[in-house]
């Protein structure tokens, strides 16, 4: 016979890749469903993701489209991000699920702290973004209008720029979790992390001016919290390689 049974490693291997792909088939399917359902309060999420750019305008200012489609694709847009935070919890325990068999008891939680901190991270910078440096970019920008020149923002070109503003304040807000974990995994030294810091700073302006529009205010807002977060990175793997080795 010239067929051989599958070897005990190769079984292995393939009932984890089919059960990755059965996790990734339910994830991409609840991801799917969430998208059509949410299509239908996007015009409710873009009014609420609006209220900084028109409590920055003169009242009744409409906010305008300029081609057809538009505002269907501004929509199914807002539907595609939105779902993403959704169905994360389906996405995550997917993850969890498949990944949690072949860690030990303490790398368990460890990851789920990761985890919880990260996501808490991410709505922070969020947050930070959406009710502090939103109001005051707009009032800067449209501080230039005139009785001549009036502002008429299109629905497109405003999501756009709120979502490339919302993913660079949530991504900046994971530099502990960054930080906390190369550290842990003993790839950097905590001690070359505060040696770095006149290149941190150099290079958190860098991308603050490339992530932001091009003016001073989003660029420092984004940077000033990058600077502070790293610190609080370095300070928090300090404290937790202090506790390590307390219980050595």
Same mark, same amino acid.
């Given at each position: ?7 005990? =490693? ?7 890749? #089919? ?5 990734? +088939? ?41 081609? =057809? ?7 199914? +847009? ?29 790398? #368990? ?46 629905? +497109? ?13 949530? =991504? ?23 040696? +770095? ?45 202090? =506790? ?5």
């Amino acid at each position: 016979m010239n067929q051989h049974a599958d070897t005990p =490693a190769e079984y292995s291997l393939l009932s984890h890749l #089919r059960e990755l792909r059965t996790r990734l +088939k339910i994830a991409a399917l609840a991801y799917v469903i969430g998208v059509a359902v949410l299509m239908n309060f996007s015009d409710v999420v873009f009014d609420f993701i609006s209220m900084p750019l028109r409590a920055a305008l003169p009242p009744d200012t409409p906010l305008i489209f300029l081609n =057809a489609p538009d505002v269907f694709f501004t929509y199914l +847009k807002i539907a595609l991000v939105l779902s993403i935070f959704v169905t994360a919890p389906v996405t995550f325990y997917q993850v969890w699920a498949f990944v949690a068999p072949g860690l030990y008891q303490h790398e #368990r939680h460890t990851f789920a702290g990761y985890f919880i901190a990260s996501i808490g991270l991410l709505f922070a910078g969020g947050a930070f973004a959406f009710y502090i440096v939103f109001p005051l970019i707009f009032e800067f920008f449209l501080g230039f209008s005139t009785d001549m020149i009036q502002a008429m923002p299109a629905v +497109k070109e405003y999501l756009t720029l709120v979502l490339k503003l919302l993913f660079a304040f949530g =991504a900046s807000f994971q530099i502990p979790i960054i930080v906390m974990i190369l550290v842990r995994l003993d790839l950097v030294q905590v001690s070359t992390f505060a040696d +770095k810091r006149r290149y941190v700073v150099i290079w958190a302006f860098i991308l603050a001016a490339i992530l932001t529009p091009p003016d001073i205010i989003s660029q420092t807002l984004l940077a000033l919290p990058m600077l502070l977060l790293y610190e609080v990175g370095i300070l928090l793997a300090k404290m937790r390689g202090g =506790a390590k080795q307390d219980s050595e």
